[in-house]
């Protein structure tokens, strides 16, 4: 087996470094109906004159797009979802009325044999929903929950941990609600005074990210926010900004990205951390590619503060230098640096990286992803990026006794599930979080801690039949994704004879062209919409071939 592992990382190597770039690899995702349904609105909403040639390929794409059960995907290729259905319905049914009025009859009826919106048990799922189908004149809004704007007038520490991340789209749904809901004389009172409180905060978010037109890097969100600005006639600068972004980032044939920088190779931090770790791991650090990818990764971090987040200089985002800092990217980048040569610069950067992880650790002694101390349970805490903080800080020089680790560790091990198990905020599933605590206690000493064990023994019972591994929560298609994490881990833990099935399995499911076809495993919206991630893919499973290969040599 070590031949064909070799042969495999040969292959899974090639592919990453196919093209020479100065830097940055261009991840090959699919484009994104949530992306291009955003954009339609938008640029029909905002732009309708210039842009009508983009809105007119947008909905040829969205209409080509439709699966034979009426619903949309959120990606190209994946299952129907609710989220997706509901934006490609409205704006179709917003952008071309008559051209698309069969494929809006069937989107609808997908939205109904599910319950609609008032059937979604999760009330921002049903207010994002049914305040865009209310747009369109799908929905009535007054059937919506009510998005509670009066946390917009809190304390600004306050609302950072009550909205965190989510002020944009929240920012959203509250010019939306403006318009699309009926109100009461104080509701109108509330509602004026909470969009005077939100322009300053928008604009700040816009200039986190260098003043582009994108929130997030991510043209769904920007569109939402587009249209609902533009319906409102609030921060016409904003709306304009907006609009040349969503322009720019069209793709040929009509359709969108999940995920659009303000460049045209789309480059990612997350997936190329990935895939550059997995690299240095295979023994290929030292390749003119890996080098200059390293250094571009390095060369993506802020070297200022955050106005948005109250956090320090020194975190990584996922679309580049300008963007949201936060702890996920900043870990996977520290761990590229600290494998790689130590120059004078990356001794900076690891330097500053660690003081921002100091810094942004919750008093709770766990990591949260954007604001620390948080209150928004999509930003944390996270136990996979507290797993990975725990061991960058001790190899970077930490003693495991300092009261910042061990704040760490106590929180780990207050907060394992009864089976043994962990669950990520960015990563579906048991086996992502539960295998990089497995994997960083074990590096960093502590093997023989019972919830190392719990882990481990957690993630054994949770391997599939035929060697991988999936979410662990009763899926039972394995996912390069996935597998790559648990063989990584039980390596580390020496569990020779699972990872062998789990490396014997990675093998046969690697393609000619030496890649891995990637599972839904990213979360876009927790417990409603996974998207799939190339590069996160080839890193996860190239790095696990290494491992095993590392533990054989």
């Keep these: 087996m070590i031949e064909a592992i070799d042969d495999a990382l040969r292959a899974a190597a090639g592919a990453l470094l196919a093209e020479d770039h100065p830097g940055s690899w261009p991840n090959p995702r699919r484009p994104a109906v949530s992306g291009a349904a955003g954009a339609v609105l938008a640029l029909h909403t905002a732009d309708r004159q210039r842009s ?8 040829a794409w969205l209409l080509a797009e439709q699966h034979e059960d009426g619903g949309w995907g959120t990606l190209q290729g994946l299952p129907s979802d ?19 009025a069969e494929a809006v009859r069937r989107g609808r009826a997908w939205l109904a044999d599910r319950g609609g919106v008032d059937g979604l048990d999760d009330a921002v799922m049903a207010q994002l929903t049914g305040l865009v189908l209310s747009v369109a004149g799908l929905h009535d809004a007054d059937r919506v929950p009510r998005v509670p704007v009066e946390v917009l007038l809190l304390p600004a520490p306050l609302r950072r941990r009550l909205l965190s991340y989510l002020t944009p789209p929240f920012a959203a749904l509250t010019f939306l609600q403006s318009r699309q809901r009926g109100h009461g004389r104080a509701a109108r009172l509330l509602d004026r005074s909470a969009r005077r409180a939100l322009l300053p905060l928008l604009a700040a978010f816009h200039e986190q990210e260098g003043s582009v037109g994108s929130y997030g890097g991510d043209p769904w969100l920007s569109g939402l926010l587009c249209t609902a600005l533009s319906r409102a006639g609030a921060a016409p600068e904003l709306v304009d900004s907006s609009v040349r972004y969503l322009r720019m980032t069209a793709q040929p044939g009509g359709g969108w990205h ?5 460049r045209r190779d789309r480059v990612e931090v997350t997936g190329m951390a990935f895939s550059v770790h997995a690299l240095q791991r295979a023994g290929c650090g030292d390749r003119p590619g890996v080098l200059r990818a390293r250094d571009w990764l390095r060369d993506c971090q802020q070297r200022e503060p955050s106005e948005v987040y109250r956090s320090p200089a020194g975190a990584w985002t996922w679309t580049g230098r300008t ?10 980048v520290l761990r590229v640096l600290a494998n790689g040569p130590r120059d004078a610069e990356s001794r900076r950067a690891l330097r500053l990286g660690s003081a921002w992880l100091l810094a942004q650790q919750d008093r709770r002694g766990s990591w949260s992803t954007f604001v620390r101390d948080t209150l928004v349970p999509l930003d944390g805490p996270c136990p996979f990026i507290t797993a990975l903080a725990v061991e960058l800080l001790h190899t970077g020089g930490l003693p495991l006794r300092h009261p910042r680790l061990r704040r760490a560790l106590r929180w780990l091990r207050r907060h394992q599930a009864a089976d043994g198990s962990f669950d990520a905020r960015w990563h579906r599933g048991g086996v992502p979080a539960t295998a990089a605590v497995a994997q960083s206690l074990t590096r960093i000493g502590l093997g023989a801690d019972p919830v190392v064990g ?6 054994l019972a949770a391997q599939l039949p035929d060697g991988s591994w999936s979410s662990g ?13 648990a063989v990584s881990a039980l390596v580390a833990c020496r569990q020779r004879a699972a990872a062998a099935r789990g490396v014997r399995w990675l093998l046969a499911a690697q393609g000619a062209d030496g890649r891995w076809e990637p599972g839904q495993t990213c979360i876009y919206v927790r417990d409603h919409v996974h998207y799939s991630d190339p590069l996160i893919a080839q890193g996860l499973a190239t790095g696990a071939l290494a491992a ?5 040599a």
Excluded at 323 to 332: I, K, M
Excluded at 475 to 480: A, C, L, M, Y
Excluded at 548 to 552: D, N, V
């Design 473 to 485: 929560r009763g899926d039972p298609v394995g996912t390069p994704d996935e597998t790559g994490h």
């Design 548 to 552: 095993y290969r590392g533990s054989e």
């Design 323 to 332: 963007g949201w800092p936060n702890g996920l990217e900043t870990v996977l």
């Design 82 to 100: 609710f989220v997706a259905t509901a934006m490609a319905t409205a704006a179709l049914h917003v952008a071309a009325p008559e051209r698309a």
């Design 258 to 262: 999940l995920v659009h920088g303000v």
């Design 454 to 459: 719990r882990a481990r023994d957690w993630l």
């Design 52 to 59: 009508a040639g983009l809105v007119a390929e947008g909905v």
